[in-house]
């Protein structure tokens, strides 16, 4: 398996309340991804990064915020949690060259209960 | 909305072949088809893609028709551990990979 490790696995928090969720690889992939999975849809992408500092939204961007300072780690912030954004987040990585260019690997899931 | 379209859920008995279908008729001629699968509560895994050619490998065997138009992923020998949400993208290199709701498949003592 990939290594690809997030924490916390499970989190309850408060409406209006930050919380950052953080994913941590040590492949050395250039790229990697935020998902959120709830029930009646597929995943769908917050954010992605493709390199050290350099980030890109996905379809569902609005009240998240990444960052990545370093290649092994992708930060993902709520800056002010709301019921909405209760779900199960997962990280994904992936090299992002050659033919296994979107070959992606998953962690293991956060599961954010926001009330 | 996913560009690719499967049957929302199937049934396999233990030890038969699952065949599990995808149609994706507006697929690009860049875009390779992608199959992964989830099962409960566990993150996504990959398990195999292709551009044109079939394909196998450990874990599966892609059979993609000559106009690319759809695939059937097939599991072998099914078993019980197989028992889980199927998900068929088309990929290029956009970063952005669509999911759909994917097919379940349940297998059966």
């Given at each position: ?12 928090t ?15 992939h ?10 009646g ?10 390199g050290?500092k ?23 912030t ?7 954004q209760t ?10 060259v ?18 | ?8 859920s ?8 699952a ?5 994706h008729?507006?697929?690009?001629g ?14 996504p ?5 292709g551009?044109?050619n079939?394909?196998t490998?450990e ?5 993609i ?13 099914a ?13 290029g290199n956009n970063r ?13 003592p």
């Amino acid at each position: 398996d990939a290594g690809i490790t997030q924490s916390p696995r499970h989190k309850v928090t408060e409406t209006g309340t930050p919380v950052t969720l953080r994913c941590h690889q040590t492949e050395n992939h250039r790229y990697m991804y935020w998902y959120r999975q709830d029930p009646g849809h597929g995943l769908r992408l917050i954010h992605y990064s493709y390199g050290v500092k350099d980030t890109d939204k996905g379809e569902v961007s609005d009240g998240y915020s990444v960052s990545r300072s370093k290649t092994e780690d992708f930060l993902l912030t709520l800056e002010s949690a709301t019921s909405s954004q209760t779900s199960v987040y997962f990280c994904a990585i992936s090299e992002g060259v050659g033919a296994r260019q979107e070959t992606q690997y998953f962690g293991p899931g956060t599961r954010l209960l926001v009330l | 909305d996913a560009k690719t379209t499967q049957p929302t859920s199937m049934d396999c008995a233990e030890g038969r072949a699952a065949n599990l279908p995808c149609n994706h008729s507006t697929i690009s001629g860049n875009e390779y088809v992608y199959w992964y699968r989830q099962i409960h509560s566990q993150g996504p895994q990959y398990i195999i893609h292709g551009l044109k050619n079939n394909e196998t490998n450990e874990m599966a065997s892609l059979i993609i028709t000559e106009d690319r138009k759809s695939s059937t992923l097939i599991l072998p020998h099914a078993t019980l551990r197989d028992t889980a949400v199927y998900y068929c993208i088309n990929a290029g290199n956009n970063r952005k990979l669509i999911w759909g709701l994917g097919t379940s498949l349940a297998v059966n003592p």
